[in-house]
């Protein structure tokens, strides 16, 4: 076991972990954070991102040792005050949900890629979300959401 402290959605966690333990099991069963969404173990889908010291990563692909320091917003983390951060009211507005599986992993990424000023045309928002999936819509609906909250942002 290692000692760590990690701050998640402004509250600084300290917690015991085996170094095998990954960042999505660590936000999902030791701190109940559960819309972070497992979905491949492989990367390959995002439904798991999350912002690592403000920059959008697959929690499966980072052991919770790692984190150790840092500072983590999970979905739950976004919205203040019970007002919707901008690109969930954009999600809302632009009917850009579907089952809901993958949007807070589609959320935390489009955060990101506005935050970093990478969401300037639909080709960027298409690029910039590429490594992660949505099994149930054609994105249409998500690209315009992700332009509606970085036109709002900027």
């Given at each position: 076991m290692r000692s760590v402290a990690i701050t998640v959605n402004g509250e600084r966690r300290e917690l015991q972990l085996e170094p095998r333990e990954l960042l999505v099991y660590v936000l999902r069963e030791r701190l109940a954070l559960t819309g972070t969404n497992v979905g491949c173990?492989?990367?390959?889908?995002?439904?798991?991102?999350?912002?690592?010291?403000?920059?959008?990563?697959?929690?499966?692909?980072?052991?919770?040792?790692?984190?150790?320091?840092?500072?983590?917003?999970?979905?739950?983390?976004?919205?203040?005050?019970?007002?919707?951060?901008?690109?969930?009211?954009?999600?809302?507005?632009?009917?850009?949900?579907?089952?809901?599986?993958?949007?807070?992993?589609?959320?935390?990424?489009a955060v990101s890629l506005i935050e970093s000023g990478e969401a300037g045309s639909e080709k960027a928002i298409r690029e910039g979300l590429e490594g992660n999936l949505c099994r149930c819509t054609g994105y249409h609906n998500i690209v315009k959401a992700v332009a509606a909250a970085a036109s709002v942002t900027a």
């Amino acid at each position: 076991m290692r000692s760590v402290a990690i701050t998640v959605n402004g509250e600084r966690r300290e917690l015991q972990l085996e170094p095998r333990e990954l960042l999505v099991y660590v936000l999902r069963e030791r701190l109940a954070l559960t819309g972070t969404n497992v979905g491949c173990d492989t990367s390959s889908c995002g439904a798991c991102t999350v912002l690592l010291d403000g920059e959008s990563v697959k929690s499966c692909t980072v052991l919770g040792v790692q984190a150790d320091g840092c500072e983590i917003t999970t979905i739950e983390g976004l919205a203040m005050n019970g007002a919707l951060h901008p690109v969930q009211q954009a999600f809302h507005e632009q009917h850009a949900l579907q089952c809901g599986y993958c949007t807070p992993g589609m959320v935390m990424a489009a955060v990101s890629l506005i935050e970093s000023g990478e969401a300037g045309s639909e080709k960027a928002i298409r690029e910039g979300l590429e490594g992660n999936l949505c099994r149930c819509t054609g994105y249409h609906n998500i690209v315009k959401a992700v332009a509606a909250a970085a036109s709002v942002t900027a």
